[in-house]
């Protein structure tokens, strides 16, 4: 089993940042990438941002040029920047990590960001 355990969510207000990361821990091998989503309520979870293994980094429209993803592969983390926040950013932002057969999902962290 893989374990992912997040941290950095909170309260902010627009115009603010945040930092959130992502440790994985447990039978980890092979990862093809690691990355973000997030749901806000009576809304499908959706993508933020993913990074794979290979270096390459898939960001949300909504998101590219205020958000930025970065992994240090060597502690098996995830990190997501988040800039310039607005209150559509409002979400509970969860890691995944994906292993090809297998996919893993954080227990989520809230970003809330106030008008």
């Known amino acids: 089993q893989v374990q992912l355990v997040e941290s950095g969510g909170g309260l902010v207000q627009a115009g603010g940042s945040l930092r959130l990361s992502c440790a994985a821990s447990?039978?980890?091998?092979?990862?093809?990438?690691m990355g973000w989503y997030r749901q806000s309520p009576g809304k499908q979870r959706e993508l933020v941002a993913v990074k794979s293994s290979g270096g390459g980094t898939n960001h949300a429209n909504s998101v590219k040029g205020r958000f930025t993803i970065s992994r240090d592969n060597a502690k098996n983390t995830v990190y997501l920047q988040m800039n310039s926040l607005k209150p559509e950013d409002t979400a509970v932002y969860y890691c995944n990590l994906d292993q090809g057969i297998s996919r893993y999902w954080g227990q989520g962290t809230q970003v809330t960001v106030s008008s």
């Open positions: 447990g039978r980890i091998s092979n990862i093809n990438s």
